[in-house]
Nanobody, 127 residues
Framework: QVQLAESGGGAVQPGGSLRLSCAASGRTFSGYAAGWFRQAPGKERECVAAIAKDGGTTLYADSMKGRFTISTDNSKNTVFLQMNSLKPEDTAVYYC????????????????????WGRGTQVTVSS
């Protein structure tokens, strides 16, 4: 399994931006589909975005479309989540995950598919 470590979280005002990074170690991200998920206090973990092994096929949760962008840089073994126009309801712990099980152009928000998970990074959106 690949080891994952998220970074880039922090506190930001509504309307602000953050860029989360997920670095892979042990193996490269090449050959893995990846996803970003989040969990707010008292709520279940939910999907934010996912990207296929091809690095071009993406999937977004409806509430994130147009605001968040997932991307990969296989040369840096990193998956990114660019978050713009942040809202207080975006406050959560954000996790990245990786899966080898998907076909080359497939993406999914189904969490059980992902076999590797990071420990998360806190994002707080507040004025």
């Amino acid at each position: 399994q690949v080891q994952l470590a998220e970074s880039g979280g922090g506190a930001v005002q509504p309307g602000g931006s953050l860029r989360l990074s997920c670095a892979a170690s042990g193996r490269t991200f090449s050959g893995y589909a990846a996803g970003w998920f989040r969990q707010a206090p008292g709520k279940e973990r939910e999907c934010v975005a996912a990207i296929a092994k091809d690095g071009g096929t993406t999937l977004y949760a409806d509430s994130m479309k147009g605001r968040f962008t997932i991307s990969t840089d296989n040369s840096k073994n990193t998956v990114f989540l660019q978050m713009n126009s942040l809202k207080p309801e975006d406050t959560a712990v954000y996790y990245c995950a990786a899966s080898r099980r998907l076909a080359y152009t497939d993406t999914t928000c189904y969490q059980d598919v992902y076999e590797s998970w990071g420990r998360g990074t806190q994002v707080t959106v507040s004025s």
